[in-house]
């Protein structure tokens, strides 16, 4: 590598890694359950808080997005961790933080500690949650890692569908506090030995088609143009379509749909994002780097348009909501692989950790953006064009990337 101080020099090429199921299992295993009791627990518990509590329930979800900025900032340093320790360590420790950080939760008393509390496990959910586990299946999987990431992203889709109905149960039988006790306890027992026992203390030496990626070191990456292509390509995407697909409801209420069928469309929205998922796997391996994002931007901005522009009849309003959850879905996937496809592997943790940090911010901000927009011009139907209008200008700095 150059010299740029990281802690990575690539070595005598190595036999490919079998495929080992259980490793890939175990990892996935760790991402439905850290998803689960770090983020979708907050989610369904956040009214429940507020009534306890008193505290308005716009301060309970800013306190708990506070974690998820967190979480972004802290992505950096722990990317360049898993870089140069490798991820046995960083992500043991995380699982640690993370039960920590909801004991702090349970037991607060002031809003202050709540939201010191969900930064402790917005620390941890960087070293937990995707970024990282995107970083062992690079490094482990090396060509395969697409298929690796569509099984994890796969198995990550699980979390609420598993959760939500869990936390809810627990809540009608224990009060909030007692809940958070119990999934601290739980993250604890299940993902602490999963991460301890299952994953590399240290990087094995990089496969062959890796050392082959070996490019420019992380201070050069960062200088370059095409890296910030990327960075701005990828947050106008991600803005786009938070702003329009967490606003479905609203969106399709303004064009008459009925309440109880529009909250199905933005269920359906979230089925549609493990179709996009797998559809992923099907752009060729061979494309040029730009390729996935430029397709995903493309298609997002058509469907975005169409959920504007359309008005009705219901059942393809929802359809179109399903093809933007597709969309979504499938963004998850260009964003994890994006930097490995253009800069390889031995530098990935440092460089996504960067990459990623603007990008979990704006999503952090995304419950907001739609409301905060459409009252801006009038209106969720004109934010959804402007949100299309977004997807496309992805286009042109997707194509410089």
Not at 220 to 240: D, H, I, M, N
Request: charged residues 10%; contains cysteine.
């Amino acid at each position: 590598m150059s010299g740029d101080g990281d802690d990575v020099t690539p070595v005598a090429p190595a036999a490919p890694e079998p495929w080992q199921p259980w490793r890939l299992a175990a990892l996935s295993l760790g991402q439905v359950v850290s998803w689960g009791i770090l983020f979708y627990a907050m989610i369904v518990a956040a009214p429940v808080v507020a009534e306890d509590t008193g505290w308005p329930l716009a301060l309970v979800t800013a306190l708990f997005s506070a974690g998820l900025v967190a979480s972004a900032i802290a992505g950096v340093p722990v990317g360049r961790w898993l870089d140069a320790k490798g991820p046995r360590g960083v992500m043991t420790l995380g699982s640690v933080l993370g039960a920590a950080g909801l004991i702090v939760v349970a037991g607060a008393p002031e809003p202050w500690l709540f939201g010191l509390g969900w930064v402790v496990a917005g620390t941890a959910q960087a070293a937990t949650l995707y970024q990282a586990a995107f970083t062992v299946l690079a490094r482990r999987y090396d060509l395969r890692r697409r298929g690796a990431m569509t099984i994890l992203t796969l198995a990550g889709g699980l979390a609420s569908t598993i959760f939500a109905p869990i936390v809810a149960g627990l809540l009608s039988v224990i009060d909030w506090r007692s809940t958070f006790v119990v999934l601290a306890g739980v993250l604890a027992v299940v993902t602490v030995p999963l991460h301890w026992f299952t994953l590399e203390r240290r990087w094995p030496p990089l496969l062959p088609t890796a050392v082959a990626e070996v490019g420019p070191g992380v201070r050069a990456v960062l200088r370059s143009r095409r890296f910030w292509a990327l960075e701005g390509g990828t947050l106008l995407l991600v803005a786009a379509l938070y702003m329009v697909t967490l606003s479905v409801i609203p969106l399709y209420s303004e064009k008459g749909m009925d309440y109880g069928l529009a909250a199905w469309a933005l269920g359906l929205l979230g089925a549609g994002q493990v179709a996009g998922r797998l559809l992923y796997v099907a752009i060729p391996r061979t494309s040029a780097p730009r390729v996935p994002l430029v397709a995903t931007a493309a298609t997002g901005a058509v469907a975005l348009a169409l959920m504007a522009l359309t008005p009705g009849p219901t059942w393809l309003l929802i359809a179109l909501a399903i093809v933007a959850g597709a969309v979504r879905g499938a963004q998850t996937l260009v964003q994890g692989s994006a930097v490995i496809e253009r800069w390889g592997a031995a530098t990935y943790g440092s460089l996504n950790g960067v990459y990623a940090a603007p990008i979990t911010i704006v999503a952090a901000l995304g419950p907001a953006l739609g409301p905060m927009a459409a009252a801006a011009v009038g209106g969720y139907g004109v934010m959804a064009l402007i949100a299309s209008g977004c997807a496309l200008l992805a286009i042109v700095f997707a194509r410089a990337s």
